[in-house]
């Protein structure tokens, strides 16, 4: 399989679940987001899956241990989705997940109407705009910045794709949160769970796990207890040392 990666990739493990990852510092690596973003969604055992702006195939291979469900990963930049299928080649998971290179709003050319069970997504966390800083590497900075996905776009098409009853997970900045919520109800996602996750106990959130089902009633949101990253010693916490490297 070494003789596949390109000069600037290498091959990392997930011990928690035995998944082989190619990786690159110059082009993408995934981040725990990922790991916290495929542990909390609660993907269906059956059915069809769905990730957004799957990159290098983290997500999706890392929620393969607890689904039997065909899992699709949509990802725009060519190298990453690339990436992403010889992942899913070493795992030797080509019968259960498929890599699609095109933009999500061009999903519907692959994917019908009302026919997906669960969406996830990692999105671009920033907000594009004309004097917005981004990061000179254009892998990085698409990733990055909603060059060509807004939360509205992303929304708009999940709930075109998703089955009545359908969930969508995503992960994200608690800043986004008033927007995650607006465009989520103003697509007919009703917000049912919500995780704050923090660096340390004395520290703000950094991120935010939310997910919400296609035609739900629009009460019963949950915000689950939080979920902290490093201890004072800056070890991991248990449940996130197990998450990473198991039990």
């Keep these: 399989m070494k003789d596949t990666l390109q000069s600037d990739e290498r091959i990392d493990q997930l011990l928690a679940q035995d998944i082989q990852i190619i990786q690159s510092s110059t082009v993408f690596s995934f981040s725990l987001d990922a790991v916290l973003l495929?542990?909390?969604?609660?993907?269906p055992k059956k059915g069809t899956i769905v990730d957004f702006c799957t990159g290098n195939g983290a997500v999706a291979l890392f929620m393969q241990p607890r689904t039997q469900a065909k899992i699709t990963g949509l990802e725009i930049q060519e190298?990453?989705?690339?990436?992403?299928?010889?992942?899913?080649s070493l795992n030797q998971f080509e019968n259960q997940i498929e890599i699609i290179h095109t933009d999500i709003k061009d999903s519907l050319h692959y994917l019908k109407h009302d026919s997906i069970d669960f969406i996830t997504c990692n999105p671009p966390y920033f907000k594009e705009q004309p004097n917005s800083k981004k990061n000179p590497n254009p892998y990085l900075a698409i990733a990055r910045h909603e060059v060509y996905l807004t939360l509205d776009t992303l929304f708009e098409t999940a709930s075109k794709l998703l089955k009545m009853n359908g969930k969508i997970a995503l992960v994200?900045?608690?800043?986004?949160?008033?927007?995650?919520?607006?465009q989520m109800r103003a697509h007919r996602i009703a917000p049912k769970?919500?995780?704050?996750?923090?660096?340390?106990?004395?520290?703000?959130?950094?991120?935010?796990?939310?997910?919400?089902?296609?035609?739900?009633?629009?009460?019963?949101?949950?915000?689950?207890?939080?979920?902290?990253?490093?201890?004072?010693?800056?070890?991991?916490?248990?449940?996130?040392?197990?998450?990473?490297?198991?039990?």
């Design 79 to 88: 190298r990453l989705a690339d990436m992403a299928k010889r992942s899913i």
């Design 172 to 182: 994200h900045r608690p800043d986004r949160l008033i927007d995650l919520l607006d």
């Design 38 to 43: 495929a542990h909390f969604a609660s993907i």
């Design 193 to 247: 769970r919500i995780q704050f996750i923090y660096p340390k106990k004395e520290r703000e959130a950094n991120m935010v796990l939310i997910e919400g089902i296609k035609d739900g009633k629009t009460d019963g949101l949950r915000i689950l207890p939080p979920l902290y990253i490093y201890d004072e010693q800056n070890n991991y916490y248990p449940e996130i040392k197990a998450l990473l490297h198991g039990q």
